[in-house]
């Protein structure tokens, strides 16, 4: 047996058999795709189990949270971006040329570290940063992030050298730092309440906003519910039972309180409606989304990555000694999240449409995976009697328990 040389690959492509088109196979945003919705199970990626559950971290420091420390690197990523001059700057990972300076503690290496293997010529670091947007924020509950791609990884240092808002900025810095993001005052109100929901501050970053009196790792939650995504950070501010360091006596006093200064300069007319949880929930949707598309060039983004109904993976053709049939492996991807499945077949047909000889091709379940929001079976196929005259195009019939479902694959002539 011996495999198609590469300029002989077989492209196919995912069409449901209905009145529109899902989504296109392959596609650009595959390798994104797998990392966003494949956290456990069967070739799982394991993105999102590095956030799970949401306190979970990657160091022996029990007080630090993946997820806070993503959600921030994103924000800190971001806050670079100049517009006079040519705009340059935004989410791009430039942050890992940018560490240190207003880009204080060891959070954001720590995550860069954590994104590192998913890094490929198939998924940009830039890219993988907004992904942990997601992934932060829905392992500890809050609202489903859309996630556009293609964005470009900067090879140097962009943007405002020191752009990111700091402790110490008084409310006339802080709202030209947000407009020069793209947010107004409102805007940069919410944002904070959003970024702050989750998470600690420690007293080895920011010794004038956290007292180290007690100890030298002291820290102290930005809210009730440090492990939640939610609208304690506005329920506590407006009640006075604050934990969020950066609006206490002790950070106002050292003029070190940035959430009080932010959250008080309208007079809390836009953080109070904020403590309604579902109000909170659909800002923070709106803005992060936002926030992680402050790029060079919009224009460059793709809709946002949807999940694959059926999805192939590992398909191979391989032309069989003497030249004259084809063996056909490879796997398919169901989501059974709404439609639990009994099978998956594949039938072909050659180039005119009629029916190849034994033209099913039953696959046999090799595992299950899970995201957050969908589950996933996976079947493994394997045929070796195609006579290479008669391929034309495959199809999948997905048999479920309430209908079936006929996903076509077609072969580029």
């Given at each position: 047996?011996?495999?198609?040389?590469?300029?002989?690959?077989?492209?196919?492509?995912?069409?449901?058999?209905?009145?529109?088109?899902?989504?296109?196979?392959?596609?650009?945003?595959?390798?994104?795709?797998?990392?966003?919705?494949?956290?456990?199970?069967?070739?799982?990626?394991?993105?999102?189990?590095?956030?799970?559950?949401?306190?979970?971290?990657?160091?022996?420091?029990?007080?630090?949270?993946?997820?806070?420390?993503?959600?921030?690197?994103?924000?800190?990523?971001?806050?670079?971006?100049?517009?006079?001059?040519?705009?340059?700057?935004?989410?791009?990972?430039?942050?890992?040329?940018?560490?240190?300076?207003?880009?204080?503690?060891?959070?954001?290496?720590?995550?860069?570290?954590?994104?590192?293997?998913?890094?490929?010529?198939?998924?940009?670091?830039?890219?993988?940063?907004?992904?942990?947007?997601?992934?932060?924020?829905?392992?500890?509950?809050?609202?489903?992030?859309?996630?556009?791609?293609?964005?470009?990884?900067?090879?140097?240092?962009?943007?405002?050298?020191?752009?990111?808002?700091?402790?110490?900025?008084?409310?006339?810095?802080?709202?030209?730092?947000?407009?020069?993001?793209?947010?107004?005052?409102?805007?940069?109100?919410?944002?904070?309440?959003?970024?702050?929901?989750i998470g600690v501050t420690h007293s080895n970053d920011f010794p004038e906003v956290v007292s180290n009196a007690s100890a030298s790792n002291a820290f102290q939650s930005l809210d009730s519910t440090r492990n939640t995504f939610d609208s304690a950070i506005a329920q506590d501010y407006l009640n006075g039972s604050t934990t969020d360091a950066l609006s206490s006596q002790y950070a106002i006093a050292n003029k070190q309180a940035s959430d009080f200064v932010v959250f008080n300069s309208d007079n809390n007319a836009t953080i109070t409606p904020m403590a309604d949880p579902t109000t909170f929930q659909n800002i923070c949707q709106s803005l992060l989304q936002r926030m992680i598309e402050v790029v060079v060039d919009?224009?460059?983004?793709?809709?946002?990555?949807?999940?694959?109904?059926?999805?192939?993976?590992?398909?191979?053709?391989?032309?069989?000694?003497?030249?004259?049939?084809?063996?056909?492996?490879?796997?398919?991807?169901?989501?059974?999240?709404?439609?639990?499945?009994?099978?998956?077949?594949?039938?072909?047909?050659?180039?005119?449409?009629?029916?190849?000889?034994?033209?099913?091709?039953?696959?046999?379940?090799?595992?299950?995976?899970?995201?957050?929001?969908?589950?996933?079976?996976?079947?493994?196929?394997?045929?070796?009697?195609?006579?290479?005259?008669?391929?034309?195009?495959?199809?999948?019939?997905?048999?479920?328990?309430?209908?079936?479902?006929?996903?076509?694959?077609?072969?580029?002539?």
């Amino acid at each position: 047996m011996w495999n198609l040389p590469g300029s002989c690959l077989l492209l196919l492509s995912v069409i449901r058999c209905a009145t529109h088109a899902l989504q296109t196979w392959p596609s650009s945003i595959d390798e994104l795709e797998d990392i966003m919705f494949l956290n456990t199970g069967y070739r799982n990626r394991g993105f999102g189990a590095l956030v799970t559950p949401c306190g979970f971290t990657s160091t022996e420091d029990t007080t630090r949270s993946n997820a806070a420390e993503w959600l921030r690197t994103a924000f800190h990523d971001m806050a670079n971006i100049a517009l006079a001059g040519g705009r340059n700057g935004g989410l791009d990972a430039s942050l890992v040329y940018e560490l240190g300076a207003s880009n204080i503690g060891a959070g954001f290496e720590t995550t860069l570290r954590n994104f590192v293997p998913y890094y490929s010529t198939r998924s940009s670091m830039a890219d993988i940063i907004a992904l942990g947007v997601y992934a932060s924020v829905r392992s500890c509950g809050g609202p489903v992030i859309p996630i556009r791609t293609g964005r470009k990884d900067a090879i140097k240092q962009t943007g405002i050298i020191g752009g990111t808002p700091l402790p110490q900025n008084d409310i006339g810095t802080f709202v030209n730092q947000f407009h020069r993001m793209g947010f107004n005052q409102t805007e940069m109100i919410q944002l904070v309440a959003c970024g702050h929901t989750i998470g600690v501050t420690h007293s080895n970053d920011f010794p004038e906003v956290v007292s180290n009196a007690s100890a030298s790792n002291a820290f102290q939650s930005l809210d009730s519910t440090r492990n939640t995504f939610d609208s304690a950070i506005a329920q506590d501010y407006l009640n006075g039972s604050t934990t969020d360091a950066l609006s206490s006596q002790y950070a106002i006093a050292n003029k070190q309180a940035s959430d009080f200064v932010v959250f008080n300069s309208d007079n809390n007319a836009t953080i109070t409606p904020m403590a309604d949880p579902t109000t909170f929930q659909n800002i923070c949707q709106s803005l992060l989304q936002r926030m992680i598309e402050v790029v060079v060039d919009p224009s460059i983004l793709t809709d946002p990555i949807e999940v694959y109904d059926v999805k192939p993976a590992a398909l191979q053709l391989s032309l069989m000694d003497g030249g004259d049939q084809i063996s056909f492996t490879g796997e398919i991807r169901v989501r059974t999240t709404s439609k639990p499945i009994d099978s998956v077949q594949i039938m072909y047909w050659d180039r005119i449409g009629i029916p190849g000889p034994n033209n099913t091709i039953t696959t046999t379940l090799k595992g299950t995976a899970q995201g957050f929001e969908d589950q996933f079976s996976v079947g493994s196929a394997q045929h070796t009697a195609m006579t290479v005259s008669n391929i034309g195009s495959f199809m999948d019939s997905i048999l479920s328990f309430h209908q079936n479902l006929l996903y076509h694959l077609s072969l580029s002539k």
